[in-house]
Nanobody
Framework: VQLQVSGGGLVQAGGSLRLSCTAS????????MGWFRQAPGKQRDVVAR???????NYADSVKGRFTIPRDNAKNTVYLQMNSLKPEDTAVYYC???????????WGQGTQVTVSS
């Protein structure tokens, strides 16, 4: 499984960005996709996840600002980030986790920087 991430960059506070993550290869039948982020000196934390039934969950810090739509036909998940804040600055990672197992895959990180 390979995860190709695109998007990210520099944006002013209050702006928007969209990240994309496309999965390819031998995909599992059922999986959860998600976005994580890691700020300098901090641990990697989950931002948002979406399951096979399109059920979603979000970190409290991004609720109401971020969404995680999924295009199953393209094996792609997005992270739409609105009303960005400087504290959203981090390296963002895409994650695919095989449901019911410990197997997971990571995409390359992409830097998101929000200036005040």
């Amino acid at each position: 499984v390979q995860l190709q991430v695109s998007g990210g960059g520099l944006v002013q506070a209050g702006g928007s960005l969209r990240l994309s993550c496309t999965a390819s290869g031998s995909l599992p039948r059922i999986y959860v996709m998600g976005w994580f982020r890691q700020a300098p000196g901090k641990q990697r934390d989950v931002v948002a996840r979406i399951g096979p039934g399109n059920n979603t969950n979000y970190a409290d810090s991004v609720k109401g600002r971020f969404t995680i739509p999924r295009d199953n036909a393209k094996n792609t998940v997005y992270l739409q980030m609105n009303s960005l804040k400087p504290e959203d600055t981090a390296v963002y990672y895409c994650n695919l986790r095989v449901l019911g197992s410990d197997y997971e895959y990571w995409g390359q990180g992409t830097q998101v920087t929000v200036s005040s």
